[in-house]
């Protein structure tokens, strides 16, 4: 008599899981890629509907809230501030920081007077990449400031005087 081989345990599961690849290519699907890179629809197929009750996209919502709040202006300027390093560079972020956003023009203050005047050829080139990486109309006019020499002023009850004469003003 001779032996059967016994069957192989992972036989059945590795079939099935042939099925559900092949199953899934048919559908455009691109199986072992993250779920959701997988859940793209196919050439023709129609975008798939929700139910009141699926949960949203955050990024969906956060722009459905920004839009319906009217901050779309306050987040441009966000961008603007927070992209600054990106917008002029490393060096030119590290010499100039944004102090303020009026309306549509930019206040910055560099570290020295060199670096105020460097901005100030820069500027252009400045207003054409921030058009360029937030949007047009969000920036028109840079102003820039140099460095601010020591104040005397201290506390709210500070006599109106002169100050100190010295090679400030």
């Known amino acids: ?3 059967q081989e016994p069957p192989d345990p992972l036989h059945a599961a590795r079939e099935a899981l042939a099925r559900a690849r092949r199953s899934a290519r048919e559908k455009g699907l691109r199986p072992g890629s993250p779920a959701s890179a997988g859940r793209r629809r196919g050439v023709g197929q129609a975008p798939a509907t929700r139910s009141g009750r699926d949960p949203l996209l955050v990024g969906d919502e956060v722009e459905r809230l920004v839009a319906s709040r009217g901050w779309d202006a306050e987040v441009q300027v966000g961008s603007v501030v927070g992209r600054w390093p990106a917008i002029v560079g490393d060096q030119v972020a590290r010499n100039v920081e944004v102090i303020a956003f009026t309306g549509t023009i930019l206040t910055v203050r560099a570290r020295s007077s060199a670096w105020a005047t460097q901005m100030r050829l820069l500027q252009s ?4 990449r921030i058009e360029a990486e937030v949007g ?14 020591p104040h005397w002023r201290k506390g709210p009850l500070s006599s109106g005087g002169p100050g100190p004469r010295d090679t400030y003003g």
């Open 1 to 3: 008599m001779t032996e």
């Open 136 to 149: 047009a109309g969000v920036v028109t006019d840079i102003q820039v400031q140099g460095p601010a020499g």
């Open 125 to 128: 080139s400045v207003l054409a």
